[in-house]
């Protein structure tokens, strides 16, 4: 059994994102690896989201901030040189999600600030969050990675982040900046050098000693395709498809946007997006709802063979819609 920790040199989103996916590719069963990177001024969305909705893209291009996607679920977050970014992949044996968590907030709380963990996928301190999380699984390797919120500027935030008013209502909030908070309001002075040291310190004294790690010229011959698709049109916007129904609601566990493509009465294509953090649902929901005939029992009636409860949820609310 092998620990790794690797702070990337690169503020690219597309390579970090790459070389995160790589490692989620590439790595042992018996190992495990903390990947530590900081994004210059990138929005990132989840797997599932469709970009043209969640994000003002004009302000992005007339700011030069890039759009990276990644490959787990969730929802859309900005990263700049004030955030700094965590990633653990290892083998399904020394996968731990309370363990990983906990290494986090015991290297927040050495800085004195008192945090807890909430809800799925929030770390919170003074209430309000300064950490979310996404998760993904290839074969017996898993990946759990996330953002800590140092002094990131909380004004770009809202720029580039299109947030849907009924997930601010859901929240009982009224903006983006009343629900997080950066560690350094809580700690001032604070930088991101310091919330790095204590990660590796805490990440020693909960796995042991580690090795540390950097692509050789062969790791990055290997990397190198996935940052050419990370960094392509096609993986970052997708296409917008043409459809001819558009369905949506948020539910407690995030969003569903349903576009309908229709022939002969029928689904002859369902694009799913979402900010649900089972990056597999859109898939799923997907593969249940071509061929349904249009009404909205049809719809559900198609669904109600899953035993999801996520697909659940949606199935219950189709009946109710006038479709």
Not at 129 to 158: P, Y
Not at 213 to 235: F, K, L, M, T, V
Not at 284 to 302: I, V
């Amino acid at each position: 059994m092998q620990n790794y920790f690797y702070l990337s040199q690169s503020t690219d989103g597309w390579k970090n994102l790459a070389c995160d996916e790589w490692l989620l590719d590439n790595l042992g069963e018996d190992e495990l690896m903390l990947h530590c990177y900081i994004n210059q001024n990138a929005v990132i969305i989840g797997r599932n989201q469709n970009p043209w909705k969640e994000c003002n893209l004009l302000a992005m291009e007339t700011d030069g901030v890039q759009l990276v996607r990644r490959v787990t679920g969730g929802g859309a977050v900005y990263h700049d040189g004030g955030n700094l970014n965590f990633s653990f992949i290892a083998g399904q044996g020394r996968y731990d999600v309370e363990k990983q968590l906990g290494m986090i907030l015991q290297a927040i709380r050495t800085l004195d600030i008192p945090c807890e963990f909430t809800g799925r996928n929030d770390l919170l301190a003074d209430g309000r969050k300064f950490s979310g999380n996404a998760f993904c699984r290839r074969g017996n390797i898993c990946q759990h990675h996330g953002t800590l919120l140092v002094h990131a500027d909380m004004g770009r935030l809202q720029k580039y982040l299109q947030v849907d008013a009924r997930k601010l209502h859901a929240k009982g909030v009224e903006s983006v900046r009343s629900r997080v908070c950066n560690l350094a309001e809580l700690r001032p002075g604070l930088t991101v050098p310091m919330v790095l040291g204590s990660l590796k310190q805490a990440f020693r004294k909960t796995y042991g000693d580690y090795v540390e790690w950097a692509p050789n010229e062969a790791d990055q011959a290997q990397i190198r395709p996935y940052e050419e698709r990370h960094s392509s049109w096609e993986w970052r916007m997708g296409r917008t498809p043409q459809f001819d129904l558009e369905l949506d609601h948020r539910f407690s566990w995030g969003e569903i946007q349903l576009l309908l493509t229709l022939r002969e009465g029928r689904v002859a294509r369902a694009d799913v997006y979402s900010d649900a953090l089972d990056a597999e649902l859109p898939a799923l929901l997907q593969g249940l709802l071509e061929g349904a005939p249009l009404s909205a029992d049809a719809l559900a009636d198609a669904l109600a063979c899953s035993e999801n409860p996520q697909v659940q949820d949606i199935a219950a609310w189709l009946r109710t819609e006038s479709v």
